[in-house]
Antibody
Framework: QVQLVESGGGVVQPGGSLRLSCAASGFTFRNYGMHWVRQAPGKGLEWVAVTSSDGSNKDYADSVKGRFTISRDSSKNTLYLQMNSLRAEDTAVYYC????????????????WGQGTLVTVSS | SYELTQPPSVSVSPGQTASITCSGDKLGDKYGYWYQQKPGQSPVLVIYQHNKRPSGIPERFSGSNSGNTATLTISGTQAMDEADYYCQAWDSSTVVFGGGTKLTVL
């Protein structure tokens, strides 16, 4: 079965950096586009970034563009999110998400979500 | 930037039908998706491409789309359906979520 296990969250000071990892199993990782989505405490879902299956195409939310970088290592079945210049408003649970198998016109659902890892930006 | 608007809350009595709307400019020209999130859990896809159910999602969940509004309908609502629901669409190559609707079953 599909498993997505995020790690790397923790407490970091404003202006600091953190790298999140997502270990994927139960499916052919190299064939799937992957997302990061975050949720601030008590708030709604906010999409962060997406990478294509081969890592050649990436897109970001305006709120993180230039500060966050999504990447993947298919030899390790792992998705990453490098977060730099962190701000208090980046405090959230970060979810790793596998695209669904329901694609049409290159657009798919966010089919399967990991359990998330909490990032707290505070001095 | 593209925006999706949902009502913050909807209440329904057990066994009745709950409808949650999601509005966005020309939403009907895009595929709509719906996710359910129960407290302390990760979101789960319940509707994709406006009106299709993933395997394992009960038949009481359905979706529709008309013009600028997508609707998630839960027929014969059960206590276990109490959760936050989020609509989602693609805007070009980025993903947009609605603000979420808290469904209360009382």
């Amino acid at each position: 079965q599909v498993q997505l296990v995020e790690s790397g969250g923790g407490v970091v000071q404003p202006g600091g950096s953190l790298r999140l990892s997502c270990a994927a199993s139960g499916f052919t990782f190299r064939n799937y586009g992957m997302h990061w989505v975050r949720q601030a405490p008590g708030k709604g879902l906010e999409w962060v970034a997406v990478t294509s299956s081969d890592g050649s195409n990436k897109d970001y939310a305006d709120s993180v563009k230039g500060r966050f970088t999504i990447s993947r290592d298919s030899s390790k079945n792992t998705l990453y999110l490098q977060m730099n210049s962190l701000r208090a408003e980046d405090t959230a649970v970060y979810y790793c998400v596998k695209r669904g198998d329901d694609c049409s016109g290159g657009r798919c659902s966010l089919g399967y979500w990991g359990q998330g890892t909490l990032v707290t930006v505070s001095s | 930037s593209y925006e999706l608007t949902q009502p913050p809350s909807v209440s329904v009595s057990p066994g009745q039908t709950a409808s949650i709307t999601c509005s966005g400019d020309k939403l009907g020209d895009k595929y709509g998706y719906w996710y359910q999130q129960k407290p302390g859990q990760s979101p789960v896809l319940v509707i994709y491409q406006h009106n299709k159910r993933p395997s394992g999602i009960p038949e009481r969940f359905s979706g529709s789309n008309s013009g600028n509004t997508a609707t998630l309908t839960i027929s014969g609502t059960q206590a276990m359906d109490e959760a936050d629901y989020y609509c989602q669409a693609w805007d070009s190559s980025t993903v947009v979520f609605g603000g979420g609707t808290k469904l209360t079953v009382l």
